[in-house]
């Protein structure tokens, strides 16, 4: 994968670490800033290519950045999304950029490295240290707790590089956005304490970082975890297996993606439902009408707690 600028990975200095409790996109890139009070500098110009990372980049910023999101909405997957010229021209005037990586979103970083050369790259899948700069990882990472925690940090500290006049102005947005994850942290450590060693299998990876951080055993068919991590039909053989595991109630819970089109998928919710194996629905970009990444999480992560039984 390109590497664009100054690609901020696994060994960025932390200086401001946070503090905390216990596939889309859209005909137009997505600007916003949130609120935060008066800026004392100049607002720094940031792109984020997904909305699963504009949202959280926005809280941190304030008012003293101006966030554009490329793919703002559930109606384009990342994967097959083609920027346009105006997508392009964003990139040159970004003063900071944050993509996924991981083979997620290669338009993003080949548009920084062509656009923006010298604007400093924040990558979630480089920071989270995992394999998934290959075609075998899970770019899923903002399902990552511990990445989330990265990313914020990362971005807080460039932010305050650029803008050194605002330091404590993002400082003081860094720990709002730690208070307002709190709920998030607290929730997972109860699964983590209530549900570990149960299991599950799922329609797709998109939920597997979530599951591990939670302490849930992945059972997903090996056969089907290839075929759909590869965007693939599963074999009947592979098919079947799956079946005849939530058949014989051989999991706690099903988790379905619910932006996944198609028979197959249909198929294993029917048997899930058909064998009274609870189905949690989760999505893999921001839902519309949800007001901040951390409700996204609380709301799904709430469901999994129902669905298992457990205190959430």
């Known amino acids: 994968m390109v590497k664009p600028g100054r690609v901020l990975a696994a060994g960025f200095a932390v200086v401001l670490p946070l503090a905390l409790a216990a596939c889309s996109g859209g005909d137009q890139p997505s600007p916003s800033a949130a609120p935060g009070g008066d800026c004392p500098a100049d607002p720094v110009s940031v792109v984020v290519s997904v909305d699963q990372w504009g949202g959280i980049v926005s809280e941190l910023g304030g008012q003293c950045a101006t966030v554009s999101t490329v793919v703002a909405s559930s109606a384009v997957d990342p994967h097959d999304f083609e920027p346009a010229p105006k997508d392009a021209a964003l990139f040159e005037d970004a003063q900071l950029i944050v993509v996924n990586g991981g083979h997620y979103d290669e338009w993003a970083s080949k548009l920084a490295a062509g656009s923006a050369p010298?604007?400093?790259?924040?990558?979630?899948?480089?920071?989270?240290?995992?394999?998934?700069?290959?075609?075998?990882?899970?770019?899923?990472?903002?399902?990552?707790?511990?990445?989330?925690?990265?990313?914020?940090?990362?971005?807080?500290?460039?932010?305050?590089?650029?803008?050194?006049?605002?330091?404590?102005?993002?400082?003081?947005?860094?720990?709002?956005?730690?208070?307002?994850?709190?709920?998030?942290?607290?929730?997972?450590?109860?699964?983590?304490?209530?549900?570990?060693?149960?299991?599950?299998?799922?329609?797709e990876s998109v939920f597997d970082e979530m599951a591990a951080a939670v302490g849930l055993v992945n059972r997903?068919?090996?056969?089907?975890?290839?075929?759909?991590?590869?965007?693939?039909?599963?074999?009947?053989?592979?098919?079947?297996?799956?079946?005849?595991?939530?058949?014989?109630?051989?999991?706690?819970?099903?988790?379905?993606?619910?932006?996944?089109?198609?028979?197959?998928?249909?198929?294993?919710?029917?048997?899930?439902?058909?064998?009274?194996?609870?189905?949690?629905?989760?999505?893999?970009?921001?839902?519309?009408?949800?007001?901040?990444?951390?409700?996204?999480?609380?709301?799904?992560?709430?469901a999994l707690a129902e669905a298992l039984g457990v205190g959430g």
């Open 118 to 203: 010298d604007a400093p790259v924040i990558d979630a899948v480089a920071l989270s240290g995992a394999a998934a700069h290959t075609d075998e990882g899970n770019p899923h990472v903002w399902y990552n707790p511990a990445v989330v925690t990265a990313v914020a940090d990362a971005v807080t500290a460039e932010l305050g590089r650029l803008a050194p006049d605002a330091t404590d102005y993002f400082a003081e947005r860094h720990a709002e956005f730690g208070d307002s994850l709190a709920p998030y942290h607290q929730i997972v450590g109860s699964l983590r304490a209530t549900a570990g060693g149960k299991t599950y299998a799922a329609t």
């Open 220 to 302: 997903t068919p090996p056969g089907y975890q290839a075929a759909a991590s590869h965007e693939s039909d599963p074999s009947p053989a592979d098919l079947d297996a799956f079946l005849r595991l939530l058949g014989d109630r051989g999991v706690d819970v099903l988790i379905y993606n619910v932006q996944t089109e198609g028979s197959v998928p249909q198929q294993i919710r029917a048997a899930a439902e058909q064998a009274g194996v609870p189905v949690v629905d989760v999505t893999e970009s921001v839902p519309p009408g949800t007001t901040s990444f951390e409700t996204w999480q609380v709301d799904q992560l709430s």
